[in-house]
């Protein structure tokens, strides 16, 4: 020790007084385990800058970065049954439900939400993964209905976000049937001729992957996303085989013509405001009206 550390520091603390470091100020890379400095990050959409991971996001910051300016309007989704089975295991789904709503200041797994994207009006739809794993209940599939009601009204195109572990349990049969539900939902937008645009995140799977999901007009991927129904270890020992590299990740899968491209998040809105350009509707012009000609 030197008359440096044993008096001369702590003298300057003194004088300057401690200063508290706020524990959120930086964050690691998952994928590349490099620290990055917490504004940097959000800076950068939640992009690793090191490596390019594209780190999970919640469904309050999709709509920020995809709607223009981050300005949005969200609706109230349809209010539905909180415990229709009285679901308990090791806990009361009532008591979970209670704790995601207070993790994400949310009432379930789906965020809707409506404004312009490249000035044309758009609605979006996310998924919030942190809510009970982005699991598909009742709420979920009634705001996909609500969501796709509103694209028609509007004359307007619907974006969905997938982030979601697939079926929630604890609302057994009835989450199972917001699969077909969620179906209809999408055959309202087709039966209108508008846009359904799915943006695939990390994780997209079980039932969401197996309806609404796979059913977009385009179908994107963020890169690295995994989307698959059954995990790979389920499915390697059912089919006894060893499965290839990269497997159900997006790049894999775009390889394979199940995703058309895989999108950058930072390039996520340019190429959202083309594609609705491209897809707009194609509103049948009405037909010339036929004047017989009456002889003389």
Known sequence: MSWL??????????????REVPENLWSQCPAC???????ELERNLRVCTHCGHHMRAGATERLDWTFDDGK??????????????GFRDGKKY????????AKTSLDDALVVAHGTIGGRKSVVAA?????M?????????????????????QEAPLIVYTASGGARMQEGAVS?????RSIIATLMLKDARLPYIVVLTDPTTGGVTASFAMLGDIQIAEPGALIGFAGARVI???????????????????????VDMVVKRTDMRATLGRLIDLLRPLVPEPANEIVPVQAE
């Open 5 to 18: 550390t044993e008096f001369v520091r702590p003298r300057i603390r003194t004088l300057l007084g401690q």
């Open 33 to 39: 385990q490099q620290m990055i400095f917490s504004k």
């Open 72 to 85: 949005y309007t969200r609706i109230e989704l349809p209010k539905v049954p909180t415990d229709p089975l």
């Open 94 to 101: 009532v008591d979970r439900l209670k704790e995601s709503r």
């Open 127 to 131: 998924m919030e993964f942190e809510f």
């Open 133 to 153: 794993g982005g699991s598909m209940g009742a709420a979920v599939g009634e705001g996909l209905v609500a969501a796709a009601k509103l694209a028609v009204l």
């Open 176 to 180: 199972l049937m917001q699969m077909p």
């Open 236 to 258: 390697e020992q059912t089919v006894r085989e060893t499965l290839p590299e990269g497997f159900q990740r997006a790049e894999y899968l775009h390889e394979h013509g199940i």
